[in-house]
């Protein structure tokens, strides 16, 4: 069934020239061939849209190259706006539903990535009520410019505890990298319109999907995502420091409020204006604790996240 099922692969452009062939080259290789490659340019003012334009001309039946145009969205707008657009288009792409990958330019997929990851979905949807939001999402290989191999598994560079997937823990800290997602219309019908102030597009879906339905990890690569030096966002080796050994300097540094606890604390409480009233008490109670951290009084953020971090 999964070799007749038809998914669209989004992709957000700006100013990949470098990396951009190689990543459609990897797409147009894969082994689940029944997909549609929607793009949309983010008003590079390089070499990418001629690129593309040249890859839609010679396979017009695969790719979609939406008109150039609009406000800079940025990564998360941009893939955003994408999402929106195959859900009001679906029928004029060929869809039956709208399953939707995300890809970005500056990486190569394994030639079995759509494959696997439908396969988990469909059975996934197939021991589940058919309405219920799905992501699923793999492991990744971290690799350098020239393709040399960084570390074979992100999860594990990156320190992720990637079984403390539950909605209280997602909240805090995302587990979902949006170059492995694949999401069902379920999901995105539930997560539209994605907010401005959501921090990333993948954040937004994994949080959706673990409050309403199903987060199904892949404990193998299927991306070679690259790392080069204008990296949207990019792998950070974990390094695990320890509290008694840090200077009293930097225990006094480390009192500053966080900036990035800040952002999960809008987050979280743009979550809660949208979705409140659907949510379980507890999953309320997890996104009070979380917005509690946009208090910009570093000791009590810091109370608030250990708090929010053990419910």
Same mark, same amino acid.
């Given at each position: 069934?999964?070799?007749?099922?038809?998914?669209?692969?989004?992709?957000?452009?700006?100013?990949?020239?470098?990396?951009?062939?190689?990543?459609?080259?990897?797409?147009?290789?894969?082994?689940?061939?029944?997909?549609?490659?929607?793009?949309?340019?983010?008003?590079?003012?390089?070499?990418?849209?001629?690129?593309?334009?040249?890859?839609?001309?010679?396979?017009?039946?695969?790719?979609?190259?939406?008109?150039?145009?609009?406000? /800079?969205?940025?990564?998360?707008?941009?893939?955003?706006?994408?999402? /929106?657009?195959?859900?009001?288009?679906?029928?004029?792409?060929?869809?039956?539903?709208?399953?939707?990958?995300?890809?970005?330019?500056?990486?190569?997929?394994?030639?079995?990535?759509?494959?696997?990851?439908?396969?988990?979905?469909?059975?996934?949807?197939?021991?589940?009520?058919?309405?219920?939001?799905?992501?699923?999402?793999?492991?990744?290989?971290?690799?350098?410019?020239?393709?040399?191999?960084?570390?074979?598994?992100?999860?594990?560079?990156?320190?992720?505890?990637?079984?403390?997937?539950?909605?209280?823990?997602?909240?805090?800290? /995302?587990?979902?990298?949006?170059?492995?997602?694949?999401?069902?219309?379920?999901?995105?019908?539930?997560?539209?319109?994605?907010?401005?102030?959501?921090?990333?597009?993948?954040?937004?879906?994994?949080?959706?999907?673990?409050?309403?339905?199903?987060?199904?990890?892949?404990?193998?690569?299927?991306?070679?995502?690259?790392?080069?030096?204008?990296?949207?966002?990019?792998?950070?080796?974990?390094?695990?420091?320890?509290?008694?050994?840090?200077?009293?300097?930097?225990?006094?540094?480390?009192?500053?409020?966080?900036?990035?606890?800040?952002?999960?604390?809008?987050?979280?409480?743009?979550?809660?204006?949208?979705?409140?009233?659907?949510?379980?008490?507890?999953?309320?109670?997890?996104?009070?604790?979380?917005?509690?951290?946009?208090?910009?009084?570093?000791?009590?953020?810091?109370?608030?996240?250990?708090?929010?971090?053990?419910?």
């Amino acid at each position: 069934m999964s070799a007749h099922t038809k998914i669209a692969v989004l992709l957000s452009t700006y100013n990949g020239e470098k990396f951009l062939a190689e990543q459609l080259d990897s797409l147009l290789a894969q082994s689940h061939k029944n997909f549609i490659l929607v793009v949309r340019d983010d008003g590079s003012h390089d070499r990418t849209v001629s690129i593309l334009e040249s890859y839609a001309s010679d396979h017009s039946e695969k790719i979609c190259l939406l008109s150039p145009g609009g406000e /800079n969205r940025g990564a998360s707008g941009g893939f955003a706006f994408l999402v /929106n657009y195959v859900i009001t288009n679906k029928e004029s792409l060929g869809l039956t539903s709208s399953y939707m990958m995300f890809c970005d330019q500056d990486d190569t997929w394994y030639p079995q990535k759509i494959e696997k990851l439908l396969a988990a979905m469909l059975a996934t949807e197939a021991s589940n009520d058919s309405a219920l939001p799905i992501l699923v999402h793999s492991d990744l290989e971290v690799v350098s410019e020239q393709n040399t191999v960084i570390a074979k598994s992100l999860i594990h560079y990156q320190g992720l505890e990637i079984e403390r997937n539950s909605f209280t823990n997602l909240v805090i800290s /995302n587990l979902v990298t949006g170059c492995t997602a694949l999401i069902n219309e379920s999901l995105a019908e539930k997560a539209l319109p994605i907010p401005e102030n959501a921090i990333m597009h993948d954040w937004w879906l994994a949080l959706v999907a673990t409050a309403f339905g199903k987060l199904v990890y892949l404990d193998i690569p299927l991306v070679h995502y690259r790392q080069h030096s204008n990296n949207a966002i990019g792998a950070k080796k974990f390094t695990k420091v320890s509290v008694v050994s840090m200077s009293l300097w930097r225990r006094i540094l480390a009192r500053k409020p966080n900036e990035h606890l800040i952002e999960v604390a809008i987050q979280a409480a743009e979550f809660n204006r949208r979705y409140g009233p659907q949510l379980s008490g507890r999953q309320r109670l997890c996104l009070r604790l979380c917005i509690g951290m946009g208090i910009k009084i570093g000791i009590v953020q810091r109370l608030m996240y250990r708090l929010a971090r053990r419910f």
